[in-house]
């Protein structure tokens, strides 16, 4: 839902009861609620029927689970940062080992202190968790009370501090109100698992949703009730892997629950170190004639073609300069990426000294070997992204730029400006199928027209203080507003290619219809010119 708030939500009140819905079995599900809609009696996972039968004024949006899906992704590659092991668990949660690590930040504590705020940095709601096993982490990171601290003074838990075994709470920091103990002895952690666990709801085990009904007509409501029942009598119940003892049993640390962490491939980087500090400014472009053959070579093993560039010096004080460059399309051509770092590396400033350069490729692109054209000749659409590069690495990346076509069907929307390194993410690749004016004004300007009936094609109209008597017309195209967007009553709109009688052609278009009740009367604007 913060993602949708980030990209969508603006053109909605804050206070608007929205959910965002995704295909079920049986109709559509909520997937998420805003907090408007929570309080109205909506939630995740309930029927859009039903939460509407409460509450009849949600608002229904489609969600984006490709996108979800990929900026958990991104975030699993990010919380690197804590742990070299993570792993996306779920649609929403990500899960790491940080054993050996959480010193490193000051604790366990201050490390899920952390965790939080840097997610909250982000725009991101996160609640973090740290347990001896990856269940009770997941069980208490969901449903887990906002203070367990009361575990951390327990009587194994102070004998194991008494024979010198590490606990979570030997810290000088306060303990994380999610944050479980102790890393002692097997049995005394078992035990802490399941006294903290028993009080939260049977769901907080990760089983499936049948198996949660099955269990609450049996009166297990909790995951203490569902530890004090015989085993034997209970599996005759479930299937092995329906079988909620067994995810019991991986919570507790009786049974194992691997984690698989997700292959994050670092980029491909060449490094060039200094057996003594070097102060000398002509040491970045000589760094860099080493630097671009090893880099164009791993991306040759790893099929890849940059796109953007990074030439890093590692300065003997701990800070670092940094220069980037970027290309129109991939490339491992040693000429040209020398040619578009070489004055850039002068530039390569070492401080007090240098101890090493690296030269890393951070956004690449899948690059295969491709046939040479028969003339010899570089291909022309080459040739034109090298000269790109060339003027973008002099004047700048927002000095650069090239028509973008965007995902909307009005005219002054579908094309804009960006810079012309950009990846074209988002970009509208389907073409227009009706025929597009070569000129297209800025704004439309309005015009004045002469036509035999109020929705008959236009005679004539004046543009400018000329008159331009129309020799040929075809039309109209129809274009819908896009009232998603639009703020005020949007009007529809018919355009006309017109000719006039020197032959000139023009794209003009009447906004609006007679007796439509958005306005008054119909609006005629010239939108662009024909070659």
């Known amino acids: 839902m913060e993602r949708w708030q980030k990209l969508g939500g603006a053109s909605h009140p804050v206070d608007a009861p929205i959910v965002l819905t995704r295909e079920g079995s049986h109709g559509l599900l909520i997937h998420a609620v805003t907090r408007a809609a929570a309080q109205a009696g909506a939630r995740a996972g309930q029927r859009l029927t039903d939460a509407r039968a409460v509450a009849p004024s949600l608002i229904a949006i489609p969600a984006d689970l490709s996108g979800d899906r990929a900026l958990v992704e991104r975030l699993g590659r990010w919380a690197g940062r804590w742990s070299p092991l993570v792993e996306v668990d779920g649609a929403d949660g990500l899960r790491f080992d940080a054993t050996g690590a959480a010193h490193l930040f000051g604790g366990e504590a201050k490390m899920l202190f952390e965790i939080e705020a840097k997610f909250s940095d982000l725009g991101l709601t996160a609640r973090a968790a740290m347990a001896p096993t990856p269940g009770a982490a997941w069980a208490l990171a969901r449903y887990g009370p906002d203070d367990i601290r009361a575990s951390f003074d327990s009587p194994s838990l102070r004998r194991s501090r008494e024979g010198g075994e590490r606990s979570h709470s030997t810290h000088s ?52 009730m569902l530890a004090g029942i015989e085993r034997r009598s209970l599996a005759r119940r479930f299937r092995d892997k329906d079988n909620p003892l067994d995810a019991l049993d991986k919570a507790l640390g009786k049974a194992s629950e691997p984690l698989t962490p997700t292959r994050v491939l670092s980029p491909p980087r060449a490094l060039a170190r200094f057996k003594e500090p070097v102060t000398d400014p002509a040491a970045g472009p000589q760094a860099l ?24 010096a590692y300065r003997v004080d701990g800070s670092i300069h940094r220069i980037e460059a970027a290309t129109a399309f991939p490339t491992r051509e040693i000429p040209h990426l020398n040619r578009l770092l070489g004055e850039k590396a002068e530039a390569l400033d070492p401080g007090y000294g240098v101890d090493a350069v690296a030269l890393v490729a951070p956004w690449t692109e899948r690059l295969d070997a491709a046939q040479d054209a028969l003339d010899g000749k570089v291909p022309q659409a080459v040739e034109v992204g090298r000269l790109v590069d060339r003027i973008t690495a002099k004047l700048g990346d927002d000095a650069v730029t090239r028509p973008h076509r965007a995902s909307s069907h009005l005219p002054e929307r579908s094309a804009s400006w ?22 297209l004004l800025d704004r439309p300007e309005a015009i004045g027209v002469l036509y035999a009936t109020p929705e008959g094609l236009p005679r004539r109209f004046v543009w400018r203080r000329a008159v331009h008597d129309i020799r040929k017309v075809e039309g109209p195209e129809r274009i819908a507003p896009e009232w998603w967007r639009e703020f005020r009553p949007a009007r529809l709109r018919d355009y006309y290619r017109v000719e006039d009688q020197a032959g000139r052609r023009y794209w003009i278009f009447r906004e609006g219809l007679h007796g439509d009740g958005r306005g008054g009367d119909p609006a005629w604007y010239i939108h662009g010119l024909f070659a």
């Open 418 to 439: 960006r810079p012309a390194l950009d990846d074209g993410a988002g970009e509208d690749k389907a073409p227009v199928q009706a025929p597009r004016p070569q000129r």
């Open 173 to 224: 920091s306060p303990p994380h109100p999610r944050m479980l103990g102790p890393t002692g002895r097997r049995r005394a952690v078992q035990g802490e698992i399941a006294r903290v666990l028993a009080p939260l709801p049977i769901e907080a085990l990760r089983i499936g949703p049948e198996v949660v009904r099955t269990l609450q007509r049996l009166g297990l409501k909790t995951i203490g």
């Open 289 to 312: 004639r080493r630097l671009v053959p090893e880099l164009a070579r791993e991306l040759e093993d790893r099929r890849l073609g940059a796109r953007r560039l990074a030439l890093i």
